[in-house]
């Protein structure tokens, strides 16, 4: 029979409050394509699977595809994608449409935001090229 003390007969938080705390600041920032710094070749966390990090994702693919955020040098900087730029925003009102009613005020706003402020950049890069044209 296990003793009280083990973490068998532990709930979730007890385990957890017998783990070491981390320190943020004393971990070194993870390296470029996944390792760690210390070249143990351990892949770096991925972010969680939260609405937050979705709507980010989708946030993202927009302004990359609209030109907004782009890597690397100027001179390479990729002509803006509308058709690319219009699925991402679709997406993200997708999903505000399906999860109507389900969110947390603080999720509310984000995709609200997120979606207002890439309609209007949209509507901006749109313009900038139609007067290139």
């Not at 995709?111 to 309609?119: A, D, K, W, Y």
Request: charged share 30%; hydrophobic share 30%; net charge negative.
């Amino acid at each position: 029979m296990p003793e009280p003390d083990t973490p068998q007969n532990q709930s979730a938080p007890q385990q957890e409050e017998q783990k070491p705390a981390q320190n943020a600041e004393s971990k070194p920032e993870a390296q470029p394509g996944g390792q760690e710094p210390d070249g143990s070749g351990a892949e770096m966390p991925l972010p969680p699977a939260n609405f937050e990090w979705l709507v980010y994702s989708l946030d993202l693919g927009a302004r990359v595809a609209l030109g907004i955020l782009h890597f690397g040098d100027e001179k390479d900087k990729p002509k803006p994608d509308l058709r690319r730029a219009q699925h991402s925003i679709d997406m993200l009102a997708m999903v505000q449409e399906k999860t109507r009613g389900n969110l947390t005020l603080e999720e509310q706003r984000l995709i609200e935001n997120s979606l207002t402020e890439l309609r209007f950049r949209f509507v901006q890069v749109a313009d900038e090229l139609r007067k290139k044209s």
